[in-house]
């Protein structure tokens, strides 16, 4: 499938077999965590939220190696931008969770689409392009498709 179809219509609708407080495969954030964080990862790649790089030039050019390949992110991937412990869920249910992501994601689609050649700056990857972003968050919901047992 498309990344960007995948993206668009199928990871939030996979999300809703989720209880809120279920845990994942590894990892301390439970389900309802992991969409928040999701959204939040969606809002700055849509440049929503904007965050400073924290790495040198030099291992952004070896992160972003490493993002653009089919290699998928390693459980426990750590993020300096996370906490010890996840946040406590923002959202009053696992639904309106979902219905925030799908949101962020259609904004994403539409910033892109009404900006041709936009690129925002990730973090950890440095200045991405659409095709770079849908790459990244593909693979990012992967990973936590993979943590919740959503794929194998």
């Known amino acids: 499938m498309d990344k960007a ?3 668009k219509s199928k990871f939030t609708p996979s999300l809703a077999a989720l209880s809120p407080a279920q845990k994942g495969n590894w990892g301390k954030m439970n389900a309802q965590q992991m969409v928040e964080h999701m959204s939040e990862y969606v809002r700055i790649a849509n440049g929503k939220h904007v965050v400073s790089p924290v790495n040198t030039p030099e291992i952004t050019q070896k992160a ?9 992110f390693r459980e426990n991937t750590p993020n300096v931008l996370l906490p010890d412990e996840p946040a406590p869920v923002k959202q009053a249910s696992m639904k309106d969770a979902i219905a925030e992501l799908q949101s962020e994601i259609d904004d994403f689609f539409r910033i892109y689409s009404q900006t041709p050649g936009l690129r925002v700056t990730s973090p950890f990857f440095g200045e991405l392009n659409f095709e770079e972003q849908v790459h990244l968050l593909h693979k990012h919901a992967v990973h936590h498709s993979r943590q919740f047992g959503l794929i194998a």
Do not use: G, V
């Not at 972003?64 to 290699?71: D, L």
């Open 5 to 7: 179809e995948f993206l």
């Open 64 to 72: 972003y190696a490493f993002m653009m390949s089919e290699k998928p």
